[in-house]
């Protein structure tokens, strides 16, 4: 990179750091005596277990054991950099730490993003404008899921736009809210340049390897998908080794290949084992289920796309080499996004990126391609601009449930400082997905993917609080192993009586309409 270039990059980030700083800064500025800025303006239920991940941190912890079960866990060497930055946190005013840490992350990783995807896109553009125009499109732009709110409809075949829910499709849903994938996209692209670096050394796949190990540490599926691709580059370079006769690439790419795949083994190795295992992340696997919407909502994701990036592929299959691996990855789409696995849309993960390179390709090969470009680039910029107004006004008015109720905080906080670290807590799912953000507490039930037997237990809890288990409270309370019965507002929506007075529960904490019983071990 030029010095020019290299100014374009920290220019662009400075940017997009001011810009997805702006909903956080105001909303930390909204909180008063009434309210608490929860820290996210999307995915405020995920948000908070990544809080809660970190605050387990700060109480100790170097293994991720969710905190939102009172399942039996062993622990596993996950989301490791939320739980060192809960480390690098301590009382007083925790929360607001954690969320500040947790941006800090955000803003950390949008320039190694951005510089990450530049230099990925050297390898097969030498026009820096082409290189400028994929990664202002690949960090800022989106579908055309907008001509629908445009139209007056919210969703397409009972699902939003693909840029309005999923990071992995697009760039800016991540880069305005969640770091861990920002780095795994950066380090994933880091990875696939070393093992496309034109040099036939073996240095190029330890690097490219080593990079993969790490991205395992942020998000392991995007290790996977790291190996996936750079196999189907393998494979179309042995198609046209056989074809052309031309074997002398395969070679090079393949010892690459094999490098790159080993170094990051034994960790997946230890991934697989302790999935297959541990009976915990055995559940949180089937529990967590996201699935692909339509086909027509990834045409209207990235269809416009589709007339460039068809001229771009013709050039690339000419010329071989590296250009087949972005070629082979966007023809994995389909394969990927519907394969039988419970996170299938989470497989495209930086597709977008290969995508925007083919079309680039492609504009270089029609005339007037500036005046094209800048066409594209009005199309595409649209939905992720409406995702930065839609999260300026999320924290506009505090509310709920990207504000927390004051009350509700301080409770947790009493949990925090007064009951033994580690304690299960009986709370309604809304209470129980909150509290482990503001104390190192485990709930029965607060996350959809993490708590164990979810369908089960939720509407257990229900009848708890609408005094269905009046008879057999005591029972059914130490057969779960419970410490603590938490009763607030969200509770309440059950039955305004309140937990039964029986005699297992002894009042903790009475604070206006909340209260929290110690449950008495017979």
Excluded at 71 to 97: I, M, S
Excluded at 151 to 164: A, C, I, K, Q, W
Excluded at 212 to 220: A, K, M, N, R, T
Excluded at 345 to 363: K, T
Aim: net charge neutral.
């Amino acid at each position: 990179m030029t010095r020019k270039e290299r100014r374009w990059c920290w220019f662009f980030s400075a940017a997009l750091l001011m810009l997805t700083s702006l909903p956080y800064a105001i909303g930390l500025l909204q909180g008063d005596d009434a309210w608490v800025f929860s820290g996210f303006v999307f995915g405020v239920e995920d948000g908070n277990s990544y809080i809660a991940k970190m605050l387990s941190g700060t109480f100790g912890a170097w293994l991720f054991r969710t905190p939102y079960t009172g399942a039996e866990q062993r622990g596993v060497l996950g989301f490791l950099p939320y739980l060192l930055l809960g480390k690098l946190a301590q009382p007083p005013n925790l929360h607001t730490k954690l969320v500040v840490l947790f941006h800090a992350l955000r803003l950390a990783a949008i320039p190694y993003l951005l510089f990450s995807i530049y230099r990925f896109t050297g390898l097969f553009l030498s026009s820096s404008d082409a290189r400028r125009w994929v990664t202002f499109l690949a960090a800022s732009g989106g579908g055309l899921g907008w001509l629908l709110p445009v139209f007056g409809r919210s969703t397409l075949l009972d699902s939003l736009p693909l840029e309005f829910y999923s990071p992995e499709t697009f760039g800016f849903l991540a880069i305005l809210g969640l770091p861990h994938l920002v780095l795994a996209r950066a380090l994933l692209l880091d990875a696939l340049r070393h093992y496309l670096d034109p040099e036939d050394k073996t240095k190029t796949g330890f690097l490219a390897g080593l990079l993969i190990s790490l991205i395992l540490l942020f998000q392991p599926m995007t290790a996977v998908i790291a190996l996936v691709v750079v196999g189907a580059h393998v494979v179309a370079i042995a198609l046209r080794a056989g074809i052309c006769r031309e074997g002398s690439p395969l070679i090079a790419y393949l010892r690459r290949a094999t490098i790159t795949a080993i170094l990051p083994l034994p960790l997946l190795a230890l991934y697989a084992y302790s999935f297959l295992r541990d009976p915990f992340l055995a559940t949180w696997t089937a529990q967590n289920l996201l699935a692909s919407p339509h086909p027509l909502l990834y045409a209207l994701a990235y269809g416009v796309l589709i007339p460039l990036a068809f001229i771009g592929g013709k050039r690339l299959l000419r010329e071989g080499g590296a250009g087949y691996l972005p070629l082979a990855w966007v023809v994995l789409l389909p394969v990927l996004v519907y394969a039988p696995v419970t996170v299938q849309r989470r497989l495209p993960e930086g597709i977008w990126v290969a995508l925007l390179i083919i079309s680039a390709v492609g504009l270089q090969e029609i005339r007037h391609a500036p005046r094209w470009s800048t066409l594209f680039t009005i199309l595409l910029l649209p939905s992720s601009m409406l995702l930065l107004v839609g999260s300026l006004q999320a924290v506009r008015v505090p509310e709920e449930p990207v504000y927390h109720d004051a009350d509700l905080v301080k409770s947790f906080q009493w949990l925090r400082d007064n009951v033994e670290v580690d304690s299960l807590v009986l709370t309604s799912y809304r209470s129980g997905n909150i509290l482990p953000a503001y104390a190192p507490m485990r709930v029965v039930i607060g996350h959809g993917p993490e708590s164990v037997n979810l369908a089960v237990l939720q509407p257990q809890v229900a009848w708890f609080y609408e005094g269905g288990f009046e008879e057999s409270t005591c029972a059914w309370l130490e057969e779960q192993e419970i410490d603590v019965v938490y009763w607030g507002p969200y509770e309440r929506e059950f039955g305004d009586e309140g937990v039964a007075p029986v005699g297992c529960l002894e009042v903790m904490y009475a604070e206006g309409d909340i209260r929290v019983y110690e449950v008495l071990v017979p």
